[in-house]
């Protein structure tokens, strides 16, 4: 069986830049990721440029036993190591290039929004919007709402009700 994706574009800096572009997902175990992820590394695939994966590690928030809530911490961070390179073997298989890895502490807002301060390389921001009837998820609501004004690269939000071939056809 071939594969029905072409070669990848070998990294090409925008006119006026230095630097590929970086696609920046904020990775998460929900079912709609995977549309950013997909979106993202199609896009980077098709314009040469790279993606970046964000995952963001809540604090433990057992206070009464130090010890414990270390150990919690620590689960934490090996879970999110392994999701981490789970997606990246994800995004190499449909891109041809490792993405860069980024694991932080704290608020997942917060920290992202400090990640693509810290970070000028960083593009565009892609995010899926929740499918449930909570709606399109905590970050994109707040990016969108009151934290609209911090965010300083575009976002592009992909429905997660899309399937993998609108996304291919889109991106």
């Given at each position: 069986?071939?594969?029905?994706?072409?070669?990848?574009?070998?990294?090409?800096?925008?006119?006026?830049?230095?630097?590929?572009?970086?696609?920046?997902?904020?990775?998460?175990?929900?079912?709609?990721?995977?549309?950013?992820?997909?979106?993202?590394?199609?896009?980077?695939?098709?314009?040469?440029?790279?993606?970046?994966?964000?995952?963001?590690?809540?604090?433990?928030?057992?206070?009464?036993?130090?010890?414990?809530?270390?150990?919690?911490?620590?689960?934490?961070?090996?879970?999110?190591?392994?999701?981490?390179?789970?997606l990246a073997a994800e995004?190499?298989?449909?891109?041809?290039?490792?993405?860069?890895?980024?694991?932080?502490?704290?608020?997942?807002?917060?920290?992202?929004?400090k990640l693509i301060d810290?970070?000028?390389?960083?593009?565009?921001?892609?995010?899926?919007?929740?499918?449930?009837?909570?709606?399109?998820?905590?970050?994109?609501?707040?990016?969108?709402?009151?934290?609209?004004?911090?965010?300083?690269?575009?976002?592009?939000?992909?429905?997660?009700?899309?399937?993998?071939?609108?996304?291919?056809?889109?991106?």
């Amino acid at each position: 069986m071939t594969d029905p994706l072409p070669p990848c574009a070998a990294p090409v800096p925008e006119p006026g830049h230095d630097r590929p572009r970086t696609f920046l997902v904020v990775v998460d175990e929900t079912e709609e990721m995977h549309a950013a992820l997909l979106f993202a590394a199609m896009r980077a695939r098709s314009t040469g440029g790279v993606v970046a994966l964000l995952k963001v590690v809540e604090p433990a928030e057992f206070h009464h036993f130090a010890a414990i809530g270390a150990r919690m911490q620590d689960e934490s961070r090996d879970e999110a190591e392994q999701l981490l390179q789970r997606l990246a073997a994800e995004v190499v298989q449909l891109c041809g290039r490792m993405p860069i890895l980024y694991i932080r502490e704290g608020k997942a807002q917060d920290e992202l929004l400090k990640l693509i301060d810290e970070q000028p390389d960083i593009s565009i921001l892609v995010l899926a919007a929740g499918t449930g009837p909570e709606g399109p998820g905590p970050l994109v609501s707040a990016l969108t709402g009151r934290m609209s004004t911090r965010l300083h690269v575009p976002m592009t939000i992909v429905p997660g009700t899309l399937s993998d071939e609108d996304i291919l056809r889109l991106a």
